[in-house]
């Protein structure tokens, strides 16, 4: 082993000399350190390197692509590395959304308490490296045993802890059920309560999530796999305790009594059958759920004639033979013979995508839109999840029942309302689905595909409120992320020409008011200090 | 891995069949019967099931339970199970969740169990004929059944300890059994199942080795034993006419009746005229009475069933409609079910299609060897074959009072998934209800609840600027499942299922346990 690989090596990106300088000296002593000063400096390294094992980025890099693009560019390219976003202009809700949509893994604002940042980089390397990103493969090879146990989960993502309940338990792990897991590889702590009282903390990492599409597909609980890590022996003990006690077998009564009703005539063999367990998964399979996973992962990345295995110059039959042809491998029923059922679940995710890109392109008309359309930017192309099936004609007849027009006005007792009716009334289909695409997009941190869709829903519908105004917002949003922070408040102001009741607009204003006397202190310390400024 | 056999689980009758090499062999029971009657029985000692059950009915009608399919998924107070009521012999009740269940000797049974001791039957002797133990399964049900009744269809395999591997709809099965895919050609098939209780229409087309489904349509109230019931009504009455007595009261002579106008029916599809016969079928003040009709002509049965024959006409007019495809485009057309050896269905039949059917079909058995078939296709046994089904009713949501939304239409390819966005309509609302239904109606009120969903811990906003993203998917089964999450924060809001009808997990359990055979044979030895 050579020293390079001993050290790690961390980039470090700040357009501030005197910043990068600091960063240095504290991450020096244990980590090697490359440099670069804005966006492109910072992209041309890491496409050059191989042994980048974690970044360090400040929000704002002077002009060009400002340091939340970058770490976006690297979450799709190396989702596994540590990403640190350090910045003097962040506020508490702008960290949380970063870390919250995953795109830094920690947020440090400056000016920053000593070691805080060698300490954030240490911990999340540790996690990194335990990962294989180049297979999924079931992280506990230990027998698990079924137990719903209840676990208080602290994870930093989270802020403060979180009572939950796990469905099975091992040596290695845990698989906990809830609907909103924190990102993977996350780091925390676990405290598990065993059925006859005992407890045990320890720390964890997510290994593998299960998403509620997925889960709703297969019925099966939604919730994130945490892997336990560095566990002492004491600890390792106690889980072993409690995995003992959640599996201590009974003995059915039914099958005492039935033993006794048994006629001594015929001599039996006594034996529970249960067709329902599901045996251990066979390697094969582990090949199956991989080779579709990796399938899955990648249709969603194509547009509606790459799923097919097409050019843009497919024709009707074209698209209709394809469609004949990937049935046959993908249909769900061909992987019902799997003892996994997570298997036939993944496929059933496949084949949707399949039959929804084919529904876009199964005759003459359709293409012809469909390849319109394929102009237009990257939000409104491919599977809009959202968008109802539009009525395509045969072969794949889906008919569909007129769509109902509700009056605008609501009955105080409803619970509930669909968006798109009573918003909009009877709409052409056109618009809702946009909306609902774009909200998607935004609840996601997708600021950019989400405005692409506002702008075209007000193409079509000008008068819109509801689309300008999320327009709007999500717009300022992606100033904010971008630090440009007059502007971001511009639209907020805006918003509130429009509906001055606008929550989010009344807080942002407000905030503004106030951090900007705070920040402008900040600000006037770092210029004395560095003599330059931001 | 075993073989997956397959299972046509009638209303009156069921089969059992499994791939062997190259052939589809339809297994047959100790008696040597291919055909089980789906009747199970209880008596003093025992509980019957089959061609036993169904001998002893006349003298034990109130524990003698058959058409039990026709409650499977079903409300005690739909309105479709009003005759049913007043016609069968044992009681019809509700369960805690308004299910309907059947009382015999004041025990309750849901249609699930009853269901799987058919099913359990028809496991043992494929058992004992193919030597190995049966643990998988595809069991078909009624294209036009709905999530409801495939839960419940499910629940009873699980019962019976099968693994059903797929719930596959029984037209399509046909399809497949009729043997398309063997001689490869393109072809336009409708499937006209009308069996002992429930009638299905299906169109689908076969292209390049895969079944496609473009429409399904039915009634899963009409079927043969309607029809039996109409010469049932019409004899009851003339006999009340003759004798003053009512014999609808007497639930033996009632039994008694109905077997003979089961029998008289059959028995017209080959001759002009039946006779039904049964002396002393009840006591009038001078003394024993005698049931005796000597001239059933085929004229009069065909008068008393004209309306039954009649409401088999819009399912198929609609199901061609929504599959856009018209009768002259439609190549061949395969009888289904026992009910299609009636001239009178048959004629009818061929005015709906212009044509007439196709024969070689064998109509009580192709839906078990289509199963098989699927059985085979899922063990790899048969490959380049692959059936692509819909989901037969629209599924939807209610919004504002009574209205339905909906959100996968009818007729849609399975498996499906379908995505809505959803916003509060108070403030600070923190949790909202998603009632599902599936059904054409326009109220919610006319159609099938399938469960509420409850999503809760929504943050606190003021009314329309909280968004729930929900997503609704239909498996390849046919079976519904929703899931949904609060936008804003992308965070999944807690989700509380009650479905409307059905086992709770725990009584599944415990029905199952009850059923589940302690015993297995030992190497060598049989039972006897």
């Known amino acids: ?534 | 891995m075993g073989k997956i056999v397959g299972i046509d689980l009638g209303t009156t009758n069921s089969c059992v069949a499994v791939v062997e090499g190259d052939h589809v062999t339809v297994i047959h029971n100790q008696r040597g019967n291919r055909i089980l009657p789906s009747v199970v029985a209880f008596t003093n000692e025992d509980c019957l099931v089959g061609e036993s059950a169904k001998r002893q009915a006349v003298t034990n009608p109130t524990r003698t339970v058959h058409g039990i399919k026709r409650l499977m998924g079903r409300k005690a107070d739909s309105e479709r199970l009003v005759e049913l009521k007043k016609t069968s012999p044992y009681q019809i009740v509700a369960a805690a969740n308004g299910d309907a269940w059947i009382r015999i000797d004041n025990k309750e049974y849901g249609p699930q169990e009853i269901s799987a001791l058919i099913l359990k039957e028809m496991k043992d002797y494929a058992q004992d004929y193919l030597g190995e133990e049966v643990t998988e399964a595809i069991v078909t049900v009624p294209a036009y059944f709905d999530d409801s009744q495939r839960q419940a269809t499910r629940a009873a395999g699980k019962i019976a300890g099968l693994d059903v591997k797929k719930i596959l709809n029984e037209p399509t099965a046909a399809a497949l059994g009729y043997g398309a895919h063997k001689d490869k050609k393109n072809q336009v098939l409708a499937v006209f199942d009308l069996g002992g209780g429930t009638f299905d229409i299906t169109i689908l087309r076969f292209e390049d080795g895969v079944f496609e489904v473009l429409a399904t349509n039915g009634d899963t109230f009409l079927g043969g034993d309607d029809f039996d019931q109409g010469l049932v009504r019409y004899l009851v009455k003339d006999f009340m006419d003759r004798h003053g007595t009512d014999l609808t009261k007497d639930p033996c002579a009632l039994q008694r009746l109905r077997d003979a106008c089961e029998t008289a029916k059959k028995e017209l599809s080959n001759a002009p005229v039946a006779a039904i016969n049964l002396p002393f079928v009840s006591v009038g003040p001078a003394g024993p009475l005698h049931l005796q009709h000597d001239g059933l002509s085929r004229e009069l049965f065909d008068q008393l069933t004209a309306p039954l024959v009649e409401r088999l006409e819009i399912p198929c007019r609609t199901a061609m409609e929504d599959a856009h495809t018209k009768p002259e485009q439609i190549d061949q057309v395969l009888l289904v079910g026992g009910m299609t050896r009636v001239p009178a269905v048959q004629r009818k039949a061929e005015a709906i299609f212009g044509k007439k059917p196709s024969k070689g079909v064998n109509p009580d058995e192709i839906v078990a060897v289509g199963a098989a078939t699927q059985g085979a296709i899922i063990t790899g046994e048969l490959s380049e074959v692959v059936l692509l089904d819909v989901t037969p009713h629209s599924l939807g949501i209610r919004v504002v009072e009574d209205e339905m939304s909906i959100v996968i239409p009818k007729n849609t390819t399975i498996p499906t998934s379908e995505r809505k966005v959803f916003a509060t309509t108070r403030d600070d609302q923190d949790f909202v209800n998603i009632e599902v239904y599936q059904g054409e109606s326009k109220l919610v009120s006319q159609n099938t609840h399938l469960g509420r969903f409850t999503l809760g811990g929504l943050p606190r906003k003021p009314v329309g600027q909280v968004y729930v993203d929900v997503v609704f998917t239909i498996d390849a089964d046919g079976v519904v499942h929703v899931t949904a999450k609060e936008m804003q924060s992308g965070k999944e809001a807690s989700v509380t299922v009650s479905p409307s009808s059905g086992l709770t997990t725990r009584q599944l359990e415990e029905i199952t346990q009850k059923h589940r055979p302690v015993v297995v044979r030992e190497a060598g030895i049989h039972a006897p």
């Open chain 1, 1 to 534: 082993m050579t020293k390079s690989d001993a050290k790690g090596r961390v980039l470090i990106v700040d357009d501030d000399a005197m910043i990068r300088k600091a960063l240095a000296r504290e991450l020096g002593p244990e980590f090697e350190v490359v440099q670069s000063s804005d966006y492109a400096e910072a992209v041309t390294c890491l496409a050059e390197r191989s042994d980048i094992c974690a970044v360090v980025c400040d929000c704002n890099l002077g002009s060009g692509p400002n340091g939340i693009e970058l770490m976006k560019q690297i979450r799709q390219r190396a989702p596994g590395l540590p990403r640190i976003t350090v910045s003097g202009n962040v506020s508490e809700e702008l960290g949380r959304e970063l870390i919250a949509t995953g795109v830094a893994h920690v947020v440090i604002a400056k000016p920053w308490s000593n070691g805080a940042i060698l300490d954030a980089v240490k911990q999340h390397l540790l996690g990194s490296r335990a990962e294989r990103p180049t297979r999924v493969e079931p992280v506990r090879a230990c027998p698990r045993v079924e137990a719903t146990l209840p676990a208080r989960i602290l994870c930093e993502i989270w802020g403060h802890a979180v009572e939950l309940q796990t469905k099975d338990i091992s040596i290695g792990g845990a698989f906990i059920q809830t609907g909103s897991p924190p990102p993977l590889h996350s780091s925390l702590e676990l405290s598990l309560r065993g059925p006859d009282g005992s407890s045990v903390r320890v720390e964890g990492r997510v290994a593998h999530i299960v998403s509620p599409e997925r889960a709703g597909v297969d019925g099966r609980p939604f919730g994130f796999g945490v892997e336990f890590v560095r566990l002492t022996p004491q600890q390792a003990q106690m889980v072993q305790t409690i995995i003992d006690t959640a599996s201590r077998p009974e003995i059915p009564k039914q099958v005492k009594a039935q033993n006794k009703s048994v006629t001594a005539d015929v001599a039996r063999v006594v034996k529970r059958l249960d067709p329902a367990a599901t045996p251990k998964r066979r390697p094969n399979e582990d090949d199956v759920l991989q080779r579709l996973g990796g399938e899955l992962a990648s249709l969603k990345e194509k547009d509606c004639f790459g799923v097919l295995g097409l050019d843009s110059n497919a024709d009707a039959p074209q698209t209709r033979a394809a469609f004949l042809r990937v049935s046959k491998e993908y249909h769900p029923d061909l992987y019902a013979r799997y003892a996994d059922r997570e298997i036939r679940a993944v496929a059933t995710e496949v084949f949707i995508i399949l039959k929804q890109s084919y529904s876009k392109l199964s005759d003459q008309v359709s293409i012809e839109r469909y390849k319109n359309s394929m102009g237009k930017p990257a939000g409104s192309v491919g599977r809009a999840e959202s968008e109802p099936p539009l009525a395509s004609a045969a072969p794949v007849a889906s008919m569909h029942a007129p769509r109902v027009s509700s009056p605008s006005s609501l009955d105080a007792d409803d619970l509930f309302a669909d968006v798109e009716q009573t918003e909009h009334g009877h709409q052409p289909v056109l618009v809702a689905p946009l909306v609902s695409e774009a909200l998607n997009h935004i609840a996601h941190g997708r600021h950019g595909e989400a405005i692409d869709l506002f702008k075209q829903a007000l193409d079509i519908e000008p008068g819109n409120t509801k689309a300008k105004i999320w327009l709007l917002v999500a717009e300022a949003r992606r100033l904010k992320v971008s630090g440009k922070i007059e502007e971001c408040v511009a639209r907020y102001k805006e918003i509130l020409g429009l509906d001055d009741k606008h929550i989010e607009a009344v807080q942002e204003v407000r905030a503004f008011h106030e951090e900007g006397r705070r920040s402008r202190g900040i600000f006037s310390r770092i210029l004395t200090a560095t003599g330059g400024g931001h």
